[in-house]
């Protein structure tokens, strides 16, 4: 489909769930569809711990947009980064990756930027305690956790060994869960015969929560069965505690329920990762500056019942960003409300009915504690072990996007359940000291 001078412009900021969603319901659209994303890839989170934990590569999660979208004729891909929105001119400015910036002009725009990492006001225990949000960080965290074990095979001393064969989770909503379990996998199938003096017992798994449980979303008996199922595996559940301070020594917690007086509690640790707490992603900020509209405590936008902003018929967000009846930052609230949206311009353009407001179908939750087991709470069902592992399978391949990566994820998942082999045991930085022959040139000469 050619773009033609007055074609109605469809601007979509974000390629994730509800942005890609939009953009793929618009295709029969007669409009100019131009997607802006600051990566150049549509990221399945859902399966990031398969990243981290050396399962996976990342391109079988990470297909590029432009690839996703190659036989979409009205769709466009524009590696960028939005930093302003003027809602008055209704254009918005993207910061290029020539260094150089452009103002997009839209009739219509879609904001579906998701979430970031919250510290609840603590930015400075990223540098210790990274986060698992991108591509980048799973990448990043796959090499910690492997070097880790590196570390450990050559530290003589036992305090010291100890610290490093410690990972300390903090966060037991599904990452947390599912991060614990692979790490505990890892350790006893996959590096226990290949480390000769790795001794399981060693290695330490904490779980660490404010609340009183793990996984707080899904019903008492499944939240039960998964706690009962990560204690099986090795892992130590604490609940209950609020992190005070984490360090590159570890984590400090304090009682939840004890007053400020209570004794605190030290995790050694020289593994910390953050699966804790989201907020909306910094764009939302902008765009409730740019059109004064309210956000909530996590800093989502409160949109309207069809998702548009209040006083914006023209501005719709969706996804992670924005606070609709309270919906979960998952990905089906994402999905639902890209594909009402792209409903909605979709009726508009062709002077039809456009329903009046989004309504969710709750679809469930799932979470996955270890090769063999998960869980999955879909209204009145409840599953659990192996028959929640398949259910969690199927949907997860389902919701991929592309076949070639649906096969791939197979293909991987079967001779990992078959070997408790994972491919992707790839450190990226070599190591490096100042006195080595590349490090220091005095060394060579
Ligand atoms: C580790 C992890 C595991 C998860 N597991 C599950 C699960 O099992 N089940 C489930 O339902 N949900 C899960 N979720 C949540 C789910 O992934 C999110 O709810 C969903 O991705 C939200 O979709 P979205 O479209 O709002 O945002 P996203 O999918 O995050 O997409 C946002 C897009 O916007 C882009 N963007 C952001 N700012 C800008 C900007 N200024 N300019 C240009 N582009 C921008 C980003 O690059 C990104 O591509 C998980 C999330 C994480 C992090």
Redesign the pocket.
């Given at each position: 489909m050619e773009t033609r001078a007055n074609q109605h412009r469809v601007v979509v900021?974000?390629?994730?769930?509800?942005?890609?969603a939009t953009v793929r319901g618009l295709r029969d659209a007669d409009a100019d569809v131009l997607l802006?994303?600051?990566?150049n890839h549509?990221?399945f989170?859902?399966l990031?711990?398969q990243v981290a934990t050396a399962l996976l590569p990342p391109g079988d999660i990470a297909p590029a947009l432009r690839a996703v979208l190659r036989d979409q004729k009205n769709a466009r891909v524009l590696l960028?980064?939005?930093?302003g929105v003027d809602a008055q001119a209704r254009e918005v400015k993207?910061a290029l990756p020539d260094g150089s910036f452009r103002l997009v002009g839209y009739d219509t725009l879609v904001v579906?930027?998701?979430?970031t990492d919250s510290y609840f006001g603590h930015d400075e225990w990223q540098k210790v305690a990274p986060p698992?949000?991108?591509l980048a960080h799973a990448v990043h965290l796959r090499s910690q956790l492997l070097r880790a074990f590196e570390v450990a095979a050559v530290t003589e001393d036992p305090e010291e060994r100890r610290r490093w064969l410690t990972f300390a989770i903090v966060g037991a909503g599904?990452?947390g869960v599912?991060l614990a379990g692979q790490i505990a996998d890892m350790t006893r199938r996959t590096l226990r015969g290949q480390f000769r003096d790795l001794d399981p017992t060693q290695v330490r798994i904490v779980l660490l929560d404010a609340a009183p449980s793990v996984l707080p979303p899904f019903d008492e008996p499944t939240r039960a069965h998964t706690r009962r199922s990560l204690e099986r595996l090795g892992v130590e559940v604490r609940l209950d505690e609020m992190v005070a301070d984490i360090s590159e020594d570890g984590v400090v917690t304090k009682p939840m329920q004890a007053g400020d007086d209570a004794p605190s509690r030290h995790v050694p640790a020289r593994n910390v990762i953050w699966?804790a707490g989201?907020k909306a992603?910094?764009?939302a900020a902008e765009l409730a500056r740019a059109t004064g509209v309210e956000t909530d405590r996590k800093g989502r936008i409160v949109v309207r019942p069809n998702c548009t902003l209040p006083g914006h018929p023209e501005i719709f967000a969706?996804?992670?960003?924005i606070n609709l009846n309270d919906l979960p930052?998952?990905?089906?609230?994402?999905l639902q409300e890209?594909h009402y949206v792209a409903k909605v311009i979709r009726a508009r353009l062709a002077g039809r009915y456009a329903p009046k407001r989004f309504r969710y179908l709750n679809l469930g939750?799932?979470?996955t504690i270890s090769p063999s087991d998960a869980v999955a709470d879909i209204g009145k069902l409840h599953l659990r072990g192996t028959i929640g592992k398949i259910a969690w399978a199927l949907v997860h391949i389902a919701f991929l996007v592309e076949w070639r990566n649906r096969i791939a994820v197979l293909v991987e998942w079967f001779w990992f359940l078959a070997t408790g082999r994972r491919a992707q045991r790839i450190i990226l930085e070599p190591v490096h000291h100042p006195g080595s022959v590349e490090g220091d040139t005095r060394a060579s000469a």
């Open positions: 900021i974000g390629g994730g769930f509800g942005g890609l802006v994303d600051r990566v549509h990221l989170q859902p990031l711990y960028g980064e939005v930093t993207v579906a930027a998701g979430s698992m949000k991108s599904p990452t599912e699966a989201v992603a910094p764009l969706v996804g992670d960003m930052g998952m990905a089906e609230p994402a890209g939750s799932m979470a």
